[in-house]
């Protein structure tokens, strides 16, 4: 992810000096993250690259207010969470539709060497268990081990405290590592012992 000293000079070259090109690069610079984490609520690609849309045209349109914007990283995750929610009730309303159906995707898991020797079968499980966390718990655990955010900023980001956060993250992988474990014990047979 881009460095946080690059994002306040990108955001003051936009603000003083209505820099597009400083706007393009925060664009490009944040739009996969941002893309994934709207993609997560909604399970849309088109809603999902509408909602960044809107987020970036509004940010353009207010750029002589971004000197006031404390963390825009931040502030641009906050301003995803509130339009892809905002499209989320709407789509309520209009279908009916619970929260709960809509997934997070996880576009990625970093491996160390070790466990690049995991199999497909244990990546589906992996995957599975993820699918299955309940949504603040998949929030949490995408902001987290994917973006690489810190739990003060996911906190900001969710309205939740930093405490609710570890908690969240905690039991996600708890879960996570609870299926992965029972799967192992399940699927590899016991080795006898040589003498």
Not at 106 to 117: A, G, T
Request: aromatic fraction near 12%; glycine fraction near 2%.
């Amino acid at each position: 992810m881009i460095a946080a000293t690059r994002i306040k000079y990108l955001q003051n070259r936009i603000a003083k000096y209505s820099d597009q090109y400083a706007y393009k690069e925060l664009f490009t610079s944040l739009y996969s993250y941002l893309y994934h984490f709207a993609f997560s609520f909604i399970k849309s690609k088109q809603s999902a690259e509408e909602i960044l849309s809107d987020v970036f045209i509004k940010i353009w349109e207010k750029r002589t207010e971004m000197d006031e914007i404390a963390n825009l990283k931040v502030y641009l995750y906050v301003a995803t969470r509130n339009t892809a929610l905002n499209y989320v009730e709407k789509q309520k309303r209009d279908a009916t539709h619970n929260i709960d159906e809509f997934t997070a995707g996880i576009k990625s898991l970093y491996f160390d060497p070790e466990q690049l020797m995991v199999t497909a079968e244990m990546m589906n499980l992996i995957q599975k268990a993820i699918d299955d966390l309940p949504i603040k718990c998949r929030m949490v655990f995408k902001l987290v081990k994917e973006d690489g955010m810190k739990y003060r900023e996911v906190a900001e980001i969710m309205d939740i405290s930093t405490k609710t956060v570890e908690n969240q993250l905690a039991i996600a992988l708890r879960k996570i590592g609870s299926a992965v474990d029972f799967d192992i014990k399940r699927t590899i047979p016991a080795m006898g012992h040589t003498r």
